[in-house]
């Protein structure tokens, strides 16, 4: 496979940017660490023994299972007046009360423990009465230990089958995709390393969101669009109207930040993020801003793409046309690629709150105040901003897509 030096050029640029902006955004960065938690991968050996609870006194009788309760005040009112952890001295007279527990042996495998052999507890109670999933020997799991006391189960190890999965995945992509498909797999690697290597460490450590989220946008744009088509006229194209559609969607962002009043605060992650003891506190209206343009992004680079792409192929087949014609042509590609796309974009919101909407409908009284939630408000607002960003990028595409390509052919 021949590699030109723009291509290879357009690679190494990007990993600079990683490298630099990595190092750059995390001075000052701030981390909360509890040296007193241990976090182990092991794998259960033996399921030793099934421990009762105390019969004298369970804890599940004593709190009440949730349902019982009209809402979350009524559960904290009944925890404040009929439980006291200093009733106990410590951790161990507590156990005793948690409802039936399974007894195992597992081997740890990562950590400065590994290969050792340890006994760890996985409690079967569920206090909101979720199911729970029983361990069985075998089982590949997650283990937490409080200053190297005692190991509990904390959960499954899931990410090795996540990664089986993606393999597949980036197989499938190349093998449909051939070079296409690789440059598409380095581009979102390349991606994702600037998402979470760049921008995140970036917001902790006190850097200004605003510009930090355009910048990620416009070397994701660029970077993907060399990558997946070349440098080229059709590339320039869309990513001028790539970039103009997030733009657009950040400026309709920032001017109903202000007429919404929004604080930032929509749920308890916000609240955590607020009072996170760094420099300089996170500016949560502006973390709202850069998860609007970067999810918006995607679908911007989408369209834009596909109707640069679309031109180019309509010039390409048709030979002598005239500017009007390949710019009326941009703009029906775009009305029918407008509708699916603005659904996407919806669509992918909803989905990803879909639970968090359903649980403030089920404690919302009123239309009305669910609707004027700041939560719902914000899911609102992602998706209209997003979609007007796409509304943006057709006719801009399709117009600098035929400025350019008529323009080639008037130089030859």
Known sequence: MKISISYL????IAVLFVFIGHRMAVSGLFVFQDDSQTHVRAKVLEITERVQPDSQFNLLDEFGEF?????????????????????????DDFLPLMGERIIFEAQIKSGPYKGEIITASQNLVSFLNLPVIEIKKGNSVLLIS???????????????QLIILGALFILCVILFGGKKGF??????????????AVFIPSILSGKNIYIMAILICVYTTLMTLVLVMGYNKKSLAAAIGCISGILIAGIITVIMDRILLLTGVVDEHSRYLASLPVATPINLKAVIFGGIIIGAMGAIMDVAMSIASSLWEIKEKAGTIKFETLFRSGL???????GSMANTLILAYIGSSLSVVLIISVYSNSLLELFNREMIIVEILQALAGSFGILSALPLTAFFSTVFYLNKEKKN
């Open 9 to 12: 050029a357009t690679v190494i």
């Open 67 to 91: 349902g019982e309760f009209d809402d979350f005040d009524d559960y904290d009112e009944h925890y404040d007046e009929h439980f006291d952890f200093d009733d106990f001295n410590d951790f």
């Open 146 to 160: 409080f200053n190297n006391e005692e190991w509990f189960f904390n959960g499954y190890e899931k990410i090795n």
């Open 183 to 196: 440059n598409t797999i380095l581009s979102l690697c390349l991606t994702c390393a600037a998402v979470f």
């Open 332 to 338: 029906n590609i775009g009305r029918d690629i407008m």
